[in-house]
């Protein structure tokens, strides 16, 4: 695999030497070295990636460059730490006053200056062994050149399957044919190469209305390498019973019992999809018991890769999954590639060239989905071609490999900027859930989407959508769960292309607690784990980058009480220096220890469902900190008003606003916050801390509203109305309304209208008589979708909201003192209704309650 990871660290190095430091006094004579051969170096690399496929040395030449940038980025990244701490420094009267700063600063100018001199000279030897190699100039500006953010590709449904019927039917019958003579629950094996559609055509008889109507209860169990009895037989119970009490940690008996009670005498279907097990007594353990108490007829539908698995399971029937037709594979690419709208144009040439590639997928829908997906973006008759002769065509390797050199291909074709936030997703562990907004906050941290600057015409948060988009339409992820707006939440990535990110990361990217014990942990930079005991493992991976724990069931995976994980104290992380990413969500202890305060490169730091009573100090020390999620932190009720020293911060997660006493009136100085979950006014700031935060995007949730009249109305004046990237807002007045000042919360609500971009619109506890003009009028809220008005028990009137085009739910609770909806009182406020006037035209939803 070619390593094109090294010309996106040489390309973040040159543009901090560009960027941020090339004026630093003590440091800019070597920075300007730094860059100077880096330029040099990097407008080979093109060259370089494609011969080391056929000359080893100048792999071995692209991976000691590889390190050494790293180590530049490293050391440009700590000056530009440096610059960050003194400022926040300068701001501070209770820290060192002026004339003691100053020479503590020169000093650690003066050893970064050392340490980018030392890496100057070991690229310099780099640079000259390059020569070796005959290597020709590329155009830097055409090889780094960006994406085009604004190329479209479209999306597909996926649950639209080609070729399939027959294997749907077949399977289909044996399911509920009565004829399985003396053998009790019957195990059904579909077995397959990876990337064949076994789990799609699993999926397409699990639905199938014959056999809705032939099981009385139906399980779906996503097995994977997690083949536990105890696990199997308590997701069973789960689906069955959702009021289910028993745990996991439930003895097996104890399981088994409530499973007895549960399916005694009921025709049961359960699949279990993608099973590696080959133990014989594993399977007989799981099916032996429900053998015993489920009816006449129920059966086992597995999915697996091994023939051996059907052996062990004693299947009934072993049905071995074949490729799909020629035909069939072409009719996937052209309604892929060919979609109205699209770029690209259905032409005699491009069917032919397509049909020829079709061919050549020999069967696989995974290779032909990833295949249209490449070819979405190719117009012209030549680039289609190319595709058609590319070289692996005629590799007489094993199925398995030339998957993944289908894939491989598609890899190629992704433009330069997106292929390493595609092998960072590595670190994703199989079947596990990938959150489309975690990943695009890690792949910020490792500085993948650019530089943190909401001045750029394209922000890295938008940037990083476009590449999520990009991936996800060229099916590198799937099975995507969608929001109400028909936007991806979470997805996962199929095990083929997950095993194709990590061919390409090779020895970088880790999942710990996997069979990795040939690896060479040292040279691990991305670490990721489901239990914190497997991190103890990590001890000797010195530039270790990402720390990143997935969501597990397990209680025996959490942290434990004793500041420790698994083996490991939480203040070793320390030694790690170099890390970026720090997920430590799930410690149970409250103390965290303030080495961790000195990770100077820290730009990710999740605490969420931690013990902490306040944000620890050596928070406010992590001056590159871009991410910070505090969700599900029971006893945190404040933030330090320190936190103004992360200039950085772009999201800060929090949650249950109830609790929260203050916001530091500091928080105003985050210009750069796009994620502020949640908003408690006091009386000493109000609410015109949020006035110079327009960067806001998503959801702002705004508590305490009642005590923000205090404040001046100057100072209030536009406060939300600029913030035009705000999509949800919901204002909490959190007090009895009936004892409210109803002009002072008038006043207040008046000054708040949002911009007309706001999508959702939620109002709690407001004390007024009446709401504003602005809540009902279609001009100021044209893209409204949803409002919903709870607790105003003062308000007697509420206007008509029929002038809103796009709106689609309305909800009204507890107005007690309603009289009137529209007519009346819109006219004893001014304006002028007519019966056009209340079209509500896109309402679907209407809930009134009293």
Known sequence: MADNVVGEIVERAISLAFDELGLVIGVNGEVIKLKAVLTHIHAVLQDAEEKQVEENRVKVWLQELKQVSYDAEDALDEIAYNELKYSAVRNNKKKLPGWLNYPLRLVARFKMAHQIKAINLELHDINERKNDFQLKTTNVAEFTQMFNARETYSFVDESSVIGRDIEKKQITQMLINHDVGSIALPVIVIVGLGGLGKTTLAQLVYNNDAVKNHFRLKVWICVSTNFRTTNLFFQILEQINPNNTKSESSSEEVLLKHLQSQLEGKKILLALDDVWNEDDGMWEKLISPLRSFTAKGSKILVTSRSQQVASAARAQTMYQLQGLSDETCWGLIERRAFVPGGQV?????????????????????????????????????????????????????????????????????????????????????????????????????????????????????????????????????????????????????????????????????????????????????????????????LTTAKKVRTIFGW????????????????????????????????????????????????????????????????????????????????????????????????????????????????????????VELQTLSIFVVCQENGISVLENLNNLRGALEIRRLGLAREASLAKRANVLSKKSKLRKLELYWDRDSSVGDEGGDLHMLEELQPHQNLHELFIKGFGGVQFPRWMSSGSLLPNLKSMKISNCSNCEHIPSFGELACLERLGIMNMSKVKSIGGSKDEQMGTTTTPQSYSYSCLKVMKVVH
């Not at 330069?416 to 079947?431: Q, R």
């Not at 720090?582 to 961790?596: A, I, P, V």
């Open 345 to 537: 144009i259905r032409t005699p040439q491009l069917v032919v060239i397509g049909k020829e590639i079709s061919k050549k997928c020999k069967g696989l829908p995974l290779a032909a989905k990833v295949l249209s997906g490449m070819l979405q973006s190719k117009k012209e008759v030549h680039e289609w071609s190319a595709v058609r002769d590319a070289g692996f065509w005629n590799s007489t390797s094993d199925d398995s490999k030339q998957i993944m050199e289908v894939l491989k291909l598609s890899y190629d074709n992704l433009p330069s900027k997106l292929k390493p936030c595609f092998s960072y997703c590595a670190i994703c562990p199989k079947d596990c859930w990938i959150s489309r907004e975690s990943l695009i906050q890690l792949w910020m941290a490792q500085g993948l989407l650019g530089a943190s600057n909401n001045s750029q015409e394209e922000i890295m948060e938008d940037k990083g959508n476009t590449y999520f988009n990009t991936l996800y339409s060229k099916s590198f992820f799937q099975e995507a769960e969608m929001n109400e707006h028909g936007e991806v939440i979470r997805c996962k990535m199929h095990d083929l292309v997950n095993d194709l990110a990590r061919s390409i990361c090779k020895f970088e990217c880790q999942n710990l607690g996997e069979s990795n014990n040939n690896v060479d942990i040292s040279k691990c930079r991305h670490a990721s784990f489901i239990s914190p005991k497997t991190l103890k493992g």
């Open 551 to 670: 969501e597990s069931d397990s209680d025996e995976d959490e942290f434990d009480d004793g500041g420790k994980v698994g083996a490991t104290k939480i203040s070793s992380f320390f030694k790690f220096k170099l890390l970026r990413v720090l997920d430590l969500s799930g410690f149970r202890g409250s103390d965290f220890s303030s080495s961790l305060g000195k990770l100077k490169h820290l730009r990710y730091l999740g605490l969420s469902n931690t013990s902490i009573k306040s944000l620890p100090k050596w928070v406010t020390r992590l001056y590159h900190l871009q991410t910070l999620k505090l969700i599900e932190c029971p006893k945190l009720v404040e933030l330090p008003e320190d936190l103004m020293n992360l200039k950085k911060l772009r999201h800060l997660f929090i949650d249950d606003g109830e609790k929260w006493e203050k916001m530091p009136q500091a928080m105003g100085e985050l």
